[in-house]
């Protein structure tokens, strides 16, 4: 696996071992979701209908590559015995010994310990059955979907959605940022001020606020309607030429 | 819709919209997705197929009662016209000035709002083509989810789960805690000093701590690896017994 070995190094990142994955259908959805999600390593373990299986590359479509790539594994020995930490997806309450995580925080420490030069499994058991007692005992921790407790039936493709969501969450700087909708940015406070300037003078003009002893209530209230709307500077250039546009209209009588 | 009216009340949540959705499949995995993470408010803008569709109510087996309760909008007005914060889910950039937000920070808005009284509606678009511009024109923000720009392509049902998964995030108390592993419970420090205490002891007399000069080293060592492994008092327990069961094992000669 020259191929993994380098992307490895490039973009270190958990490994993806699916437990005796039944269905080919179920294991190219999780390659896609792995991708969607800029993961591309995954390990199979046992699969039903042998490997290759050509149904999971049907379905894998534009991450058929990560099929390829994947190591077939005899056993969890093979899968990740060279791993300092495994962790477990399970639905169920286990009567183990084990932290359990939501998938934040397990893939927070899966980022931590992969940036401390570690190496990182996430098992996925099979569809129906999930993993065995004796599979999560081999792991250092589980990691569980906070569902609804009167529907937690989560297939293996979301399990795998999910965690990979998680990861990319974990590593990525900056996620939810508010982001200026335009390329212009947004308008600055002096920008706005002579955008109110502009409206005031003219409107008084006009002879908007009136009666008088309600104008500075009037025109205070416009002054904080321009600061309150989080314009971009394109949009204050629009409602300057639309002002104009209304004062030539206007004077053309 | 009395039921839905009922529910509203108890849970206050955000409305699922699916506008123009094609395959039933898909509606049936969006109200799978949903009910997994507690939602239960569908409604559908102009299905293709009509409604109701049998091969949705196939595909959501559990879920069911999302479609039959699910209200079918003729428009956009129908559908999120009573509502004061409407997200729209796109995954393309937009030449519309609206501010764009992660599933995380779109949904703890979201929360906010609806623990304010607002209604708050989530829009997602039909599966290939996406929502109009016009469409998104009429939302409030955009919410998309950081894809791998390689691979950005998610089907309309992970899209669904992606934001009823944030959703849950946002609305329940904790999620990323580590639970004790078992009903013991975390062992108090004293309960670790204790046990420390009990080994060093026996082991001392087992003459493990040799030479003398290295004896301090080599109980600090131990008395630190009691500490970090995060024990339950049942592991505790345990250990003690190990230690006294080999003690007897060994005044048995």
Chains 1, 2 share one sequence.
């Not at 999910?162 to 508010?178: F, G, K, S």
């Not at 600061?227 to 629009?238: I, N």
Request: glycine share 8%; hydrophobic share 45%.
């Amino acid at each position: 696996m020259p191929n993994g070995a380098r992307m490895s190094a490039e973009h270190p990142q958990p490994r993806f071992v699916l437990m005796r994955p039944q269905m080919g259908e179920n294991i190219g959805a999780a390659a896609r979701a792995m991708w969607n999600f800029g993961l591309d390593h995954m390990r199979v373990i046992a699969p039903r209908d042998g490997w290759p299986n050509a149904s999971a590359s049907a379905m894998a479509s534009g991450a058929g590559r990560l099929l390829d790539e994947a190591v077939p594994c005899a056993d969890l020995d093979a899968a990740v015995g060279d791993c300092s930490w495994v962790v477990a997806t399970t639905a169920r309450p286990r009567e183990l010994n084990k932290p359990v995580l939501s998938p934040e925080a397990a893939m927070q420490e899966a980022a931590a310990r992969i940036a401390g030069g570690e190496k990182v499994a996430v098992l996925f058991g099979p569809e129906r059955a999930g993993l065995e007692n004796e599979d999560v005992a081999r792991a250092n921790a589980i990691m569980t979907v906070p569902v609804n407790p009167a529907f937690p039936s989560l297939n293996l493709a979301q399990c795998v959605l999910l965690a990979a969501y998680e990861w990319r969450r974990a590593t990525q700087a900056v996620v939810a940022r508010v982001e200026a909708p335009d390329e212009s940015g947004w308008a600055s406070a002096q920008e706005i001020e002579h955008l109110a300037g502009h409206y005031e003078a003219r409107l008084d003009e006009a002879g908007l606020f009136y009666p008088e002893d309600k104008a500075a209530q009037m025109k205070l209230g416009l002054r904080n309607l321009w600061s309150r709307l989080a314009l971009t500077s394109s949009d204050v250039r629009l409602l300057h030429g639309i002002l104009r546009q209304m004062v030539r209209w206007k004077e053309r009588g």
